[in-house]
């Protein structure tokens, strides 16, 4: 997510009704490095938020992941992670502790992730999962 003002003039722009309750999940996704679920953000939200629904996260992320500031992550079959970070790179999936790190590449040398055309085909996006032990669970 670039700032919490850009995406809210986004989202006004094309007409996304703004409530106390999207506004909190927007601010809790801004730099939010831990790649949360839906759940876990309605989890978290809950305690302040009384009111907030599940639905509500959920269409919140849903459009935010339209208009560019969140990518879905899935790694896990039961639920979708989110991630504000958009620009290109890599996961790191901790089979120990289940937390995801992201890996971008120029943190690896020579790997380059794939954009445009490969053998004719029209990349739109890609993800790249690691599977291992992170260096806290080592």
């Not at 500031?69 to 991630?83: A, G, L, Q, R, W």
């Not at 289940?98 to 993800?127: C, K, T, W, Y």
Request: charged fraction near 20%; proline fraction near 6%.
């Amino acid at each position: 997510m670039d700032s919490f003002e850009h995406t809210i003039q986004t989202l006004r722009g094309k007409g996304f009704k703004l409530t106390p309750q999207r506004f909190a999940v927007i601010k809790y996704m801004i730099g939010n490095t831990n790649h949360p679920s839906a759940l876990t953000i309605h989890k978290d939200l809950k305690k302040r938020y009384p009111s907030l629904s599940f639905s509500t996260v959920y269409n919140t992320l849903n459009v935010l992941e339209e208009i560019g500031e969140v990518t879905p992550i899935y790694i896990f079959s039961e639920h979708v992670n989110y991630d504000p970070s958009v620009e290109p790179h890599m996961h790191f999936l901790c089979t120990k502790c289940n937390r995801i790190h992201d890996i971008f590449p120029g943190d690896i040398e020579g790997v380059r992730l794939p954009a445009g055309e490969v053998a004719g085909h029209l990349i739109i996006s890609s993800q790249v999962i690691l599977r291992g032990i992170c260096k806290d669970c080592r």
